[in-house]
């Protein structure tokens, strides 16, 4: 996984709109983060505020995302405003997104940490973990008590996720991925079974079960999300995988950083052991190294797939160097 990169989910009984109207107010952060206090007021969307990670006072700032596909929110932190060094976005999925005929009620959040190596402390990658868990399960029984819960209600999936990062420039990557025609190349458990367009084509996978696939690509904040469904009409089952595609330059506000960010996030069923399409996430994360190297050899960075899974600063690497 991404070193850089921390990610937490949960399923909240909570409407979609009523979690995207309590996290969109940055001052709720008083209630269910450690120590998160907001203290001035900038704007209607910046606050300065006391934060768990830093003996200091940071910049919060927040923005909005609001698509047709699920709603979300991005915090940003830093020392000074419009210099933020945590971006932390927050997706808000519907039940329907995860499962288009789901019948259940509620919200599943995916909190999406990116922590700049350069000015990150030791402290803050070791307690992010401890932190973020705890934070998110205190936002859902804030959110889940306003609706008269007595105890923690169990959502029908759990979310999980794969991160890796890509040295190559991210239009290359979404020209590439969006394109179905290029999934034989990357995607070792899927064959060809008659006429794929750009996007979509039907597939055999590993057990020549028949497999039906749509890509959709949307522009988001500064980055892009490809939608990748995957349907088993002998089962009526469907499997779908966002995936993310983040440039480094604004997952660690750093305009020199190279290459991007790939997050690929898959749902499972809570109580049941899966029979179609990917079985566990190390089939998201073997697809995702090969993209990885196949990208990464497109751009000429031949060298770079050695230094691991993770993003390396320049000046990071360049010291590891000369050890």
Same mark, same amino acid.
Request: aromatic share 14%; hydrophobic share 35%.
């Given at each position: 996984?991404?070193? %850089?990169? !921390? @990610? ?16 969109? $107010? ?8 450690? *120590?998160?206090?907001?203290? =001035?007021?900038?704007?209607? /969307? ?23 596909? !699920? ?10 405003? /419009? ?9 808000? !999925? ?6 288009? #005929? ?21 402290? &803050? ?5 401890? @932190? ?18 007595? =105890? ?21 990557? @979404? ?6 025609? %290029? ?12 006429? &794929?367009?750009?996007?979509?084509? #039907? !597939?055999?996978?590993?057990? *020549?079960? $028949? ?9 988001? %904040?500064?980055?892009?999300? &490809? #939608? ?11 499997? $779908? ?11 660690? %506000? ?27 996430? =190390? ?41």
């Amino acid at each position: 996984m991404e070193n %850089n990169t !921390f @990610v937490t989910s949960a399923y909240i009984a909570t409407s979609p709109e009523t979690a995207f109207n309590y996290l969109s $107010r940055l001052e709720t952060l008083d209630e269910w983060t450690i *120590n998160c206090r907001m203290l =001035e007021k900038i704007d209607d /969307d910046t606050w300065i505020g006391t934060c768990a990670g830093y003996q200091s006072n940071l910049y919060y700032h927040l923005k909005k995302i609001e698509n047709p596909l !699920f709603l979300g929110i991005e915090w940003y932190c830093g020392f000074a405003p /419009d210099d933020y060094f945590h971006w932390y976005p927050v997706l808000l !999925f519907p039940p329907n997104y995860l499962e288009p #005929e789901s019948s259940e009620k509620g919200v599943y959040f995916h909190w999406i940490s990116f922590i700049d190596p350069i000015r990150r402390t030791p402290m &803050i990658m070791q307690g992010i973990k401890t @932190v973020h868990l705890c934070e998110s399960r205190s936002l859902k029984a804030i959110l889940e008590r306003q609706e008269g819960l007595t =105890e923690a209600a169990k959502g029908h999936y759990l979310i999980d996720s794969d991160t890796i990062y890509v040295d190559a420039p991210i239009e290359l990557a @979404v020209e590439y991925l969006q394109d179905l025609r %290029n999934i034989g190349n990357w995607s070792h458990l899927l064959r060809s079974s008659g006429e &794929i367009s750009r996007q979509s084509g #039907e !597939f055999l996978d590993e057990y *020549n079960q $028949r497999v039906k696939i749509t890509f959709r690509t949307h522009s988001l %904040n500064n980055y892009y999300l &490809i #939608e990748q469904d995957y349907f088993y009409p002998d089962y009526q089952f469907i499997q $779908r995988c966002p995936i993310l595609l983040i440039p480094c330059s604004c997952a660690f %506000n750093d305009p020199s950083a190279p290459g991007f960010i790939l997050h690929r996030i898959a749902f499972w069923k809570a109580d049941e052991a899966p029979r179609h399409g990917k079985l566990q996430i =190390e089939d998201y994360g073997s697809e995702n190294m090969n993209i990885k190297r196949l990208l990464e050899a497109k751009a000429g960075n031949l060298e770079t797939f050695a230094r691991g899974m993770s993003y390396i600063p320049p000046v990071a690497f360049d010291s590891q160097e000369k050890k």
